[in-house]
Each structure stands twice: as structure tokens, then as C-alpha cells.
Nanobody
């Protein structure tokens, strides 16, 4: 069974940093893409792709809104994907989910940040950025 456990959320001031971690088990980790998605507070918000990493070749993809602020990385030995978030803004407040999909070897930011490509999801980590 596939399990994704997200941790590392918290409360920070604007301009601060947090590191999220997504620990994976129960699937062929090295042949997957693992991504972080963001859900804003409020009713009926959609999950927006933030960053993705292909575990085999470590190719990364970023939403333009976080380029230069967030870095996604992977430790294949620990089967863990990290999201280092810096220069945090109040608009980053919300739930950050990790998700995984078998890697189709398709190079395209839009594809890897599209929520409906992912079937396996973690529970999410809550991030609050105060102004």
C-alpha cells in the first residue's frame, strides 16, 4: 500500500523559512515523480501545483510563483522529498500536500504540476505565514 507522510509545517513570519518533508513507502520510489501542491484557506479551493521532482534523474519543475524562493530535493536512500521554502509570503498560507505518480518520462512543467495526474496523496502540512 502506498503511504505518503508530510511533515514540517508551522507558523512563521513573512520572509521566514520552513522545510517540508514527504516520506514515502509502499511503492517503487525511484520510478516516480513526487510533487507538492498548495491549497489556499477557504471553502472549495483547488490544489495548485508548486514543485515536482523526478526521483530517478532529479529533474525539477516549479510553478513560476515560487521560482527563486522554493527548492525541491530528494533523498532516495531515505525515500523522502523535501521542499525548502524561503522568503515566505502570507499568500503561502494554507495546506501543502505531497503526491506521487509513476513517472511517464514526459518533460513538461504543466504535466508534472497537474493535480489530476496524481493518485496518491499525503495528508498535508499546514503552513501559516503571518504579516
Amino acid at each position: 500500500d502506498v503511504q505518503l507522510q508530510a511533515c514540517g509545517g508551522g507558523v512563521v513570519q513573512a520572509g521566514g523559512s520552513l522545510r517540508l518533508a514527504c516520506a514515502a513507502s509502499g511503492f517503487a520510489f525511484r520510478d516516480h515523480a513526487v510533487a507538492w501542491f498548495y491549497r489556499a484557506p477557504g471553502l472549495g479551493q483547488e490544489r495548485v501545483g508548486v514543485a515536482c521532482i523526478r526521483t530517478a534523474g532529479r529533474q525539477t519543475f516549479y510553478n513560476n510563483e515560487v521560482k527563486g524562493r522554493f527548492i525541491i530535493s530528494v533523498d532516495n536512500d531515505k525515500k523522502t522529498v523535501y521542499l525548502q521554502m524561503s522568503s515566505l509570503k502570507p499568500d503561502d498560507t494554507g495546506i501543502h500536500y505531497c503526491a506521487s505518480t509513476p513517472d511517464p518520462d514526459y518533460v513538461g512543467t504543466y504535466y508534472y504540476l497537474r493535480a489530476n495526474e496524481y493518485d496518491d496523496w499525503g495528508q498535508g502540512a499546514k503552513v501559516t505565514v503571518s504579516s
